[in-house]
């Protein structure tokens, strides 16, 4: 059985993941190629040197602008390798930091990277070798093809060895087709900060910027979470947790889709109980499980919890349906399509809440327009958020102040929305009825005729709207301009018997004409095609949850809590494991077998003695206390070896950021942290 339900975990994994990942990676294959591509005519356009009597000739450099998701960084290098490689010229290097420390380092990793190991000049340490080698090649009659050399994290390099590497660049450039590629992560600005003047001159700087990390991840957000590929839809808790993580760590995408990529794998693992059911569904398969299957779904958790939620009428259903062979699989198989049918229309109405947020100029109303932390909000609340915040009494935030504003936008804008809405819909039907699951059923008939009325409401009030704009343009500006004419002659008339009826004199005629406005044909119409956006997001804005109404529903959604998992705290588990090494490291399992106490690391003794101090620890007293925990001579002599392992601990401890050095005393460190920082 164990073996089993393991079989059916894996294949449920690869279910959930499997058509996420292949799009992903699809689009991750398509990301900044336009810019990849321009970087290769740049490359192209300044391969042939320049003519000069100078020892030193211009040497291009195409800067690329990367931004600061360093995650991402790996693999938009290895694309833009790849495109280079493919497009121009297979003689590319890649220069990172942490290989090359000093200009000698740097010129001897971009000649093993660009002589081939079969030819003679490998093992070159300088560029004088590879000029020798590229003047070979164009001897054996091979095309003159450049040589790129890829600098990645432009910041992490040294200042003058990085400007040394370009003067010799630049001086062999004659005989060397050598172009840079520049990866900067904060601003094209650093190159004249950091580079020397010398450097600066001899460069050829083209600007190229890669696609914002937000447009890449509303693009794999809305494959993965938006459309068929996502069996499971995830939960307010994990989405929004997703979305901070995102927003406010480091903006990486790979980090986004590694703790989307760990939800539907727990999710997976946690429907271990019922993952044969879970496969069945998910595959649409004719074949009934077996009656294990539905033996273990009732014996669940969930199922009780479903079981007692459920009114009267509906508990009956269900156990009549599970008394027979077959009823059970059947109220499921009817409960699958309809989830399938509202998470299509729910991303429907998410995307019309998007051109909408999109449309309205005012902020005000809360709502973001990054797409996935708008889909988070609205999975969090559905259309509850319409009548503002429960928190709020004045309702003035969500949906409810969105509307608001949207019925003062212009025409064209009102009705492009309108267009947009209704263009949704209709995509909404078209994904629906393309699913084979769906096929021939009652269900999927009521939701496509309610789709199509309310596509045919919406565009009814975009034509109203149109009409009305041309018919009563002239007729409004008539009526405005007599209640402006009486209005004002009410207003001469009026004897100055105070400031404040004074004023309220003056304004009247903006007043009549406000009120004009309000009744014209046109502020009629726009209200009623923003009622007619409001019916659609009150019908269909319906989000998932683990408390949905259908069996199947909380089967389906994950919503657990996975903040500590995809952030994690680092200090929180130093400072647990040198307080409790014995339980962190589990040493006392370990002691279990021979009987003998394992000791605590030194690390870990040197940090208890420090919790026990002030917030002035002298050293001279803290290493009799450790000689006394740790020596092991009985005269309580110290010995080098003592002092050695004081003296690696302290600095362990210093390394850190537990304590500090400070002169206010002498021979005293400032410890940083306290017992109770769990």
């Not at 998470?343 to 999109?358: E, K, S």
């Not at 259908?550 to 994690?568: E, H, I, P, W, Y």
């Amino acid at each position: 059985t164990t073996t089993t339900a393991t079989t059916d975990t894996d294949k449920l994994i690869e279910i959930i993941w499997a058509p996420v990942e292949e799009g992903i990676n699809a689009i991750l294959a398509k990301q900044n190629l336009k810019v990849y591509n321009s970087i290769v005519e740049f490359a192209q356009g300044s391969a042939m040197p320049s003519e000069s009597s100078s020892a030193y000739s211009e040497l291009p450099a195409a800067v690329l602008l990367t931004g600061i998701n360093s995650p991402d960084h790996v693999h938009m290098y290895e694309a833009l390798v790849t495109c280079l490689k493919q497009s121009l010229t297979p003689y590319v290097a890649t220069l990172r930091p942490k290989d090359c420390g000093s200009l000698k380092a740097m010129m001897k990793n971009a000649c093993d990277q660009i002589i081939p190991e079969t030819d003679n000049g490998k093992g070159a340490v300088d560029f004088h070798g590879l000029q020798w080698w590229y003047e070979s090649r164009a001897e054996g009659n091979h095309a003159a093809e450049p040589v790129v050399i890829v600098i990645e994290d432009f910041e992490g390099f040294d200042s003058a060895a990085l400007s040394d590497f370009a003067v010799v660049c630049s001086s062999h450039r004659k005989t060397v087709p050598i172009i840079l590629v520049i990866g900067v992560a904060s601003e094209a600005e650093a190159l004249p900060r950091r580079l020397s003047r010398r450097a600066i001159t001899l460069l050829n700087v083209a600007k190229f910027r890669v696609n914002p990390s937000s447009q890449t991840l509303t693009d794999v957000f809305d494959l993965a979470l938006m459309s068929t590929a996502c069996r499971c839809p995830l939960g307010p808790r994990s989405l929004q947790q997703l979305c901070d993580s995102f927003l406010y760590n480091n903006l990486s995408v790979a980090t986004f889709v590694r703790g989307l990529k760990y939800c539907m794998v727990q999710h997976a693992v946690a429907s271990e109980p019922y993952a044969e059911v879970l496969v069945w569904l998910l595959e649409g398969s004719a074949t009934v499980p077996d009656p294990s299957a539905s033996e273990a779904l009732q014996e669940t958790s969930l199922f009780h919890d479903y079981f007692e939620s459920l009114p009267e009428d509906m508990a009956a259903l269900y156990t009549e349906s599970a008394e027979t062979e077959t009823g059970l699989w059947e109220q499921l198989r009817r409960e699958m399509v309809e989830e399938i049918c509202r998470h299509h229309c729910f991303v429907a109405a998410v995307r019309c809440v998007h051109a909408t947020v999109v449309a309205v100029p005012n902020e005000s109303h809360g709502l973001s327009p990054f797409l996935p932390s708008l889909y988070a909000a609205c999975t969090a609340r559905g259309f509850a958020t319409i009548e503002g915040d429960t928190a709020d009494k004045s309702g003035s935030t969500g949906l409810d102040q969105l509307l608001k504003y949207a019925v003062s936008l212009d025409r064209p804008t009102v009705e492009r929305l309108l267009e947009v809405v209704a263009n949704e819909l209709d995509q909404c039907i078209v994904t629906i009825l393309a699913d084979d699951r769906m096929q021939d059923h009652e269900h999927v008939a009521s939701v496509t005729c309610a789709l199509k009325k309310s596509g045919k409401h919406v565009r009814q009030a975009a034509s109203a709207l149109s009409q009305s704009s041309a018919q009563s343009s002239s007729a409004s500006t008539a009526a405005a301009a007599a209640a402006v004419e009486s209005a004002a002659a009410q207003a001469s008339t009026v004897v100055a018997s105070g400031p404040a009826k004074r004023r309220r004199a003056l304004l009247s005629p903006a007043r009549a004409t406000l009120a004009v406005r309000a009744d014209a044909p046109f502020t009629k119409a726009r209200r009623e095609a923003v009622a007619s956006l409001k019916g659609v997001l009150h019908q269909y804005l319906r989000p998932p949850s683990t408390t949905s109404s259908t069996l199947v529903g909380r089967l389906l959604c994950f919503d657990s809590a996975v903040a500590k998992t995809l952030d994690g705290r680092p200090r929180a588990h130093i400072h647990r494991a040198l307080s409790s090494p014995q339980v962190y490291f589990r040493l006392g399992e370990a002691a279990g077998s021979s009987g003998a106490r394992i000791p605590d690391p030194d690390t870990a003794t040197l940090y208890q003695l420090v919790l026990e101090c002030g917030k002035w620890v002298n050293l001279h007293d803290l290493l009799k206390s450790f000689n006394a925990q740790v020596g092991t001579n009985e005269s309580a002599k110290l010995t080098r070896k003592v002092q050695a392992q004081f003296l690696r601990s302290l600095s362990e401890l210093q390394y850190l950021g537990l304590i500090k050095a400070t002169k206010r005393k002498a021979d005293h460190v400032q410890r940083l942290t306290t017992a109770n920082t769990l």
